[in-house]
């Protein structure tokens, strides 16, 4: 159960991520960053997600790496699976804080 939540969260991050990069990610309230620079009109919409899709789609790679060892590795065979979800965690939230701040970054120029 939790590889199928893992590549359903990283399915969120390539969507998102590659909508961000063609630009075809609709402005709304629900799927994307949602800082205040961000949202604030359309353009400032496009250009934050566009500079922030690489390190979205990257924030795919630790859940989906771990997905697919969930499925491929018997539970007993790793001693500290707990060591290894920390790990992706704050692999993966690194990579959005990052894709947030470039977003917001690329929203606030748009100010000036």
């Known amino acids: 159960m939790l590889a199928v939540a893992l590549f359903v969260l990283a399915a969120v991050f ?5 909508a961000g990069l063609t630009r075809r990610l ?3 309230r629900i799927v994307g960053i949602q800082t205040e620079a961000v949202r ?3 353009e400032r919409w496009q250009a934050g997600h ?3 899709s690489r390190l979205l789609l990257a924030a795919a790679g630790p859940p989906l790496l771990l997905a697919v060892a969930l499925l491929v ?6 001693a500290d699976w707990f060591l290894i979800y920390a790990a992706v965690g704050l692999a993966t939230g690194a990579l959005v804080a990052l894709a947030v701040r470039q ?4 929203a606030g120029e748009l100010e000036r």
Do not use: K
């Open 73 to 78: 590795v018997p539970p007993d065979e790793v």
């Open 103 to 106: 977003a917001d970054r690329a």
């Open 40 to 42: 604030r009109d359309e």
């Open 26 to 28: 609709p402005h709304n």
């Open 50 to 52: 566009r500079a922030a």
């Open 14 to 18: 390539i969507g998102v991520g590659l």
